[in-house]
């Protein structure tokens, strides 16, 4: 593994992070989650990212991963967590507010056992709450020693400087890192947002980067049984793959083969051709997959007519669902 300094910070993020998003519910830790979070801390994976609503149900991704973190050296790892969406009914349990977002990191914390998290997230952008108050409840999540530093995630570019102008006018802790939805099928980050991490010394670690297993060989023939696409259609729709996506997925498949790579660690590897990324963060099934997606790092340079086939290929591409709010 190799490892990329976290902006204008002295925080080191390894180039591929593991999501314990899907896989890592249920109601008690799986003997295969244990593998997935060992094979990867084997492969030199130090980051694990959580968020409160990870599971299904809701909080349980937290407690089975804390269980199993607690069987690696804490001092070696980074450990964080977001909260923003849905956690419970009312009107307390979602969105930006200090009420929830202080409640909801205590909660966080007692699910995964540990006194600090390395990074606690704002998981979403508030439109009906000052974003003073989101900015200054990270602060203090930081001041109580509750996170060591503040993230946020899914800001647009405009949001993004306007959150760092807040901390930077009170004096509160700066924002660490960024999260965004980015993939080669999801490339709205280049536009401004890039940009404004770099400018304001903000690292950038990308989530869903083979666009919930479509940038992988999985669907160059049929959907799978048991595919996210199947089971999951409200993260990967059927309109997501259309005739015209499909091709492209062959064509980029037929690529990453003449790189001596797959297709998701090739989508990996050209997510971590931008300096600006400090890691990209991918999901599991089985142990097998993240020892796979590790072998990205061994070829990230890619020619010029690599790029102008990429770029041709995906950088008009709209795809039928959008997931995640893009720039503003």
Known sequence: MEYRRCGQSGLKFPEISLGCWHNFGGALPTELQRQMIFAAFDCGITHFDLANNYGPPFGSAESNVGKILA????????????AGYIMWPGPYGEWGSRKYLI????????RVNVDYFDIFYSHRFDPDTPLEETMGALNTAVEHGKALYAGISSYSSSQTKEAVEICQKNGWSRILIHQPNYSMFNRWIEDHLVATCEDTGMGMIAFCPLYQGLLTDKYLAQIPAGSRAETCPELLRPEDLSAEVVDIVRQLNELASHRGQSLAQMAIAWILRLPQVTSVLCGASRPEQIVENCKA???KNFSEDEIRMIDGLTQNLQMPSSLWAKES
């Open 71 to 82: 069987d690696l050296p804490r001092d070696e790892i980074i450990v964080s967590s977001k």
């Open 103 to 110: 409640a909801s990191l205590d909660q966080s914390l007692k």
């Open 297 to 299: 790092i061994k070829n």
